[in-house]
């Protein structure tokens, strides 16, 4: 069975910092793609950045230059540190881990993130 677990969310204020966690069971983890998305109530789910099984790392404009997301393969483990986090950073952030190759995809329960004063 295939869980992917996320911890790490809580309120923070603007220009704060939060380091989420997500750790895979059930799967090879080094050969997914690991993904965080965030979805803020009404709006779509949105990817904020990625790293490839070979490494490759991408972001969302809108926290380049803010977030850094990184993958521990002995760990099983992703993180996302968020830093200058904003009021519209506000979002229940998800894990995903996808494989092209057999077009798997998981994804964990959520993590909220609220950025209030």
Do not use: H
Not at 87 to 92: C, L, R
């Amino acid at each position: 069975q295939v869980q992917l677990v996320e911890s790490g969310g809580g309120l923070v204020q603007p220009g704060g910092s939060l380091r989420l966690s997500c750790t895979a069971s059930g799967i090879i983890f080094r050969l997914y793609t690991m993904r965080w998305y965030r979805q803020a109530p009404g709006k779509q789910r949105d990817l904020v950045a990625a790293n490839t099984s070979g490494g490759r790392i991408n972001y969302a404009d809108s926290v380049k230059g803010r977030f850094i997301i990184s993958r521990d393969n002995a760990k099983n483990t992703i993180y996302l540190e968020m830093n200058s986090l904003k009021p519209e950073d506000t979002a229940v952030y998800y894990c995903n881990a996808y494989r092209e190759y057999s077009l798997t995809n998981y994804w964990g329960q959520g993590t909220q993130v609220t950025v209030s004063s």
